[in-house]
């Protein structure tokens, strides 16, 4: 692809504002990170261990459609390497080096942490909506926050994906936003018109490599119908 137009940025910035809304962090039992392929993600949560927003760490995550072909250890390993050089020790830190997707990364944390009454999540800015529904359903019964490390769209997006992935995995994002609470991985939630129009703008544009599979579409609500949700 060649670079993307203003128009194309501007239904991206859509995805991007909708789906990075919400981010905050309270005083809590732990903090869980969800792994991914962007470092700046550990890098904000060991500042907020630093604050002392948390006892400690559990980084959770194997590999993602990013990252199996980008490292050849677990985000979570990866993750805890860079969490040892910013001087967070062994005793602060757990490891979760199986989950695939937030649904595990959520639901493994729990298995680990069964204690935890309040958690702070940790993720990329993209991803805080998807981690917000997916708590209710995967790790209920905990006061939670959901938190991200500030960056720009576009101009501060991680090199290891660039502006044309990120399209990518947001389109992507707001398709599991529609389908998933019907196959019982999170809880619903109501996505504007104006950000689904951009999505199927952006469909159409091309930028549907991260969509799953059948027909987007099929997955669009009905009109006048409600997404409602947490």
């Known amino acids: 692809m060649s670079c993307p137009t203003t128009t194309t940025l501007q239904h991206a910035s859509q995805l991007w504002d909708f789906l990075s809304a919400g981010r905050s962090h309270q005083a809590c039992d732990v903090l869980v990170v969800c792994g991914s392929y ?9 500042a907020l261990l630093q604050r002392g927003i948390a006892p400690r760490i559990l980084i959770s ?6 990252t199996r072909d980008l490292w050849s250890k677990p985000e979570a390993e990866v993750f805890a390497e860079r969490a040892h050089a910013l001087g967070v020790p062994a005793s602060q830190l757990l490891l979760e080096p199986q989950a695939r997707n937030f649904a595990e990364n959520l639901a493994f944390s ?19 909506r998807r981690v917000m529904q997916t708590q209710p359903v995967q790790w209920p019964g905990i006061s ?5 490390p500030e960056f720009a769209f576009p101009w501060e997006v991680s090199n290891m ?3 044309f992935g990120l399209i990518e995995e947001m389109v992507g994002d707001i398709h599991r936003l529609l389908r ?14 104006a950000v689904l129009e951009a999505w199927q703008q952006l469909i159409a544009l091309g930028y549907n490599r991260h969509l799953l599979r059948g027909s987007a579409l099929d997955d669009l609500p ?8 947490g």
């Open 38 to 46: 962007d470092l700046r993600v550990v890098d904000h949560a060991v």
């Open 61 to 66: 995550g194997n590999t993602g459609n990013w």
């Open 110 to 128: 729990r298995a680990l942490c069964p204690d935890a009454r309040s958690v702070t999540f940790v993720t990329k800015p993209n991803s805080i």
């Open 144 to 148: 939670c926050s959901v938190d991200a």
């Open 161 to 163: 994906v660039g502006v």
């Open 180 to 193: 998933y609470p019907r196959l019982g991985f999170q809880q619903a939630l109501q996505i504007p018109p």
């Open 222 to 229: 009905e009109p006048g119908a409600s997404r409602h949700g």
